[in-house]
Every structure is written in C-alpha cells, then in structure tokens.
C-alpha cells in the first residue's frame, strides 16, 4: 500500500483523578480541562482510580459517594462517552493483576525515591504497603491500555517516569516488547496554587476550591483567602498572589492584564479582586455547566450507564495486553479471560 494511503494509528491518552475528595480548580485546569479537550484528538481513556483512593480514604459510603461525583463532574464538564471512555479503575479488576508482574521486575529503590510517597507520610497518611505500591498500581493503569500520552498536573510526573522505567525492566528482563514507555503532558495550568498557599490538593480541604461547590460556600472560601494587609492604593505583585493567579486561570487575556496592572499600579483591593474571582467561578461553572452537573444528581443511573458501558470495551483492551504478558512469563492464559476477549470489541 503506498505510503500516504496508510492512516495514521491514533494517540492514545489515559488518565485517571482519584474520588477521595470533590474535584476542585487544580484537579480541572491541571488535568480535566485538557482530558476533554483531547477527546477530539485522539482515543481517550479515563478513569476513577477509586482502588488508589483505598490508600487515603477508607469509608465505604464516601468512596462510593466520591467516585459518583467525579464522574458525574467529568460528564457535566464536557466529556463525550461516544468519544472518549470514562470507567471505574475497579471494573478492570485485571490492572492489580497487572500490578503484580510489574512488581516483580521493579526494585525496591525505585519505589523509595517516589516524592509523592514520602510527602503523604510527612502530611501523617499511614505508611502502608498499598501506599509504597501506589506508584506500581498506577504503572499497571497506564501500561494495561498501552497508552501513548498522559495528561496530568505536574505532581504525577515522577510516577511517569517510573512506569517507563517498570515498562522498560519488564521487556528487558522478558526480551520481548510488550510495552512501550508512554509520555507525561502537561496542562498550561500544571500546578495550581491552593487557598492555604502550597498545591491546591483534596488532602488538605482548607486548600481547594470545588469545582461544583455550593455557591455560598465558594463565596466564603475566596473572602476567606488570607492576603498581607497592604491598603487598597498601595502598589502589590499580582504574579505572588492567590486570588489573581486563579483568577488568571479563567480571564481572558485582557481582563488578566487589567487586574494585573491595576495590582501593580495601586488602586485595586484585595476585596474587590476577591469579588471579581468569585463571579468568575460563577460565570465559568454556573449556568448550564451546573445544570447538566444538576442533572447528574436527578439521574445517577446515567452516570452508572456510561461506566459500565466503557468499562466493557476498556476491559477488552485490557484483556488482550494481559494475554501479551501471560505469553512473554509463561503463565497460561485461562479460558474464563479468552471468553472476555470473545465477548466484545475494543475500539480499534
Ligand atoms: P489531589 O492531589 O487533589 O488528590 P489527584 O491526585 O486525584 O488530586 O489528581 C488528579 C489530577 O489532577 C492529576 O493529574 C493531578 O496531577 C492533577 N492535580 C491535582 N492537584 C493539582 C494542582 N493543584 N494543580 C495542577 N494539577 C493538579
Ligand atoms: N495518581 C494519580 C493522581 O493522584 C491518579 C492516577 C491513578 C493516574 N492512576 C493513574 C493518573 C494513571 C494518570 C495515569 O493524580
């Protein structure tokens, strides 16, 4: 065939946000804004990595709650099932069994040097096994969908270059090239500031603003942001305060320049800057945004339709890597996964 009749195999992207908390302005504009504007570009997966959120958040009621919420978010935010897949991580139960063979290939000291690993320990998260193999768990998730791309916030980066690595020692020690080593992408917004000052993250409730909060609770959270006490005309540095840089996450250009100089200049306040955030987040969340989210609520068996529908055609992809891997370790693949396989299409 010649060569410009051939068409080019499609990107494929994963990514997975965990529902042990509402989701909250980092979470969407350092992954969430990008997963779904990459639905129209390549084949997307994405999940609710509710098995990682076991590490922090042990309540069944809540983990269940979390996980309705965040997919309900995703849909209300724009994604498309008909174009990009959007399953509970536990529906593919195959990603631990994935897990287990990566593990056995990674060394300890690969794991030792996570940062992500050792930051929950210094914020008082009880050092378990599963939070020492978090970074194998989330290996599994990438590497069983054979994706490409990753799109996350600037925190999972390092997780990305041990799955490449993990990918690498399997097909080293197995000679044979199951996996190949997928990329990290980043959003324009890579780490988004919290209202306490550090990386706005669920682990710290004071810290995030919600996507979908209540609108007086939002209110509260921006008048509360703790700013210095320079008096409305006294000259400030947008570029180290809060309230503009999120704000600056949703203006458009000429209204970011417009605060930023008026900061600089002396003359705005740090209460009016708050207002004009917060009728921001109205304006970028509210409206119809929030009714489809509304609508979630009334509906839940349609979010719970969409889950399990993608579940079914994630797990096909699923089945047939783990059947690449029964083959390069010589484990014999059993007949109740062929019979998975038999059952129904990927998407490609
Ligand atoms: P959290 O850190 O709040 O628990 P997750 O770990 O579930 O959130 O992250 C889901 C996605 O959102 C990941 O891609 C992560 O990198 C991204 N993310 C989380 N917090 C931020 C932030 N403050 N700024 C940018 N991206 C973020
Ligand atoms: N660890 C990610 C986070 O906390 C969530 C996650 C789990 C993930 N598995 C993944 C992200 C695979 C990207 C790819 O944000």
Redesign the pocket.
């Known amino acids: 065939m010649p060569e410009n009749t051939q068409t080019k195999p499609k990107v494929r992207y994963l990514?997975?946000?965990?529902p042990?908390?509402r989701l909250?302005l980092?979470?969407y504009?350092?992954?969430?804004q990008n997963h779904i504007q990459l639905q129209e570009k390549g084949e997307c997966y994405y999940f609710v990595?509710n098995y990682h959120s076991l590490t922090t958040l042990q309540d069944a009621a809540e983990l269940r709650k979390y996980t309705f919420m965040a997919a309900a978010d995703y849909l209300a935010l724009g994604l498309d099932p008909q174009k990009a897949l959007l399953f509970r991580q536990s529906d593919i139960p195959e990603v631990t069994e994935l897990a287990w063979f990566l593990s056995t290939v990674t060394g300890m000291g690969l794991l030792e040097r996570a940062h992500s690993y050792k930051d929950k320990i210094a914020k008082g998260v009880a050092s378990s096994v599963g939070l020492f193999f978090y970074p194998v768990l989330m290996a599994a998730d990438i590497l069983l969908y054979q994706s490409d791309k990753v799109?996350?916030?600037?925190?999972?980066i390092q997780h990305i270059e041990m799955c490449r690595d993990m990918a690498g020692y399997f097909n080293h020690t197995f000679k044979k090239e199951v996996f190949k080593q997928p990329e990290g992408v980043l959003?324009e917004?890579?780490?988004?500031?919290?209202l306490t000052g550090g990386?706005?993250?669920?682990?710290d409730e004071a810290s995030?603003i919600p996507i979908f909060g209540d609108p007086s609770e939002i209110k509260k959270k921006v008048m509360g942001i703790v700013t210095d006490s320079k008096g409305v005309a006294e000259p400030k540095d947008p570029e180290t305060n809060t309230i503009y840089l999120l704000y600056k996450l949703m203006a458009s250009p000429g209204e970011t320049v417009e605060m930023a100089e008026a900061f600089r200049k002396g003359g705005m306040g740090y209460g009016d800057a708050k207002k004009r955030l917060v009728l921001k987040l109205e304006e970028v969340f509210g409206g119809e945004v929030l009714e489809r989210r509304k609508k979630m609520d009334e509906k839940p068996a349609l979010v719970e339709d969409v889950l399990e529908t993608c579940a079914r055609k994630a797990r096909v992809t699923a089945a047939k890597t783990l059947e690449q891997v029964y083959e390069a370790v010589g484990i014999p693949s059993s007949k109740v996964k062929k019979a998975i396989l038999e059952s129904g299409q990927d998407r490609g």
Do not use: E, L, R, T
């Open positions: 990514s997975g946000v965990q042990s908390g909250h980092g979470n504009f350092g992954a969430i990595a799109p996350v916030g600037q925190d999972q959003s917004a890579p780490k988004v500031i919290g990386k706005m993250s669920k682990s995030v």
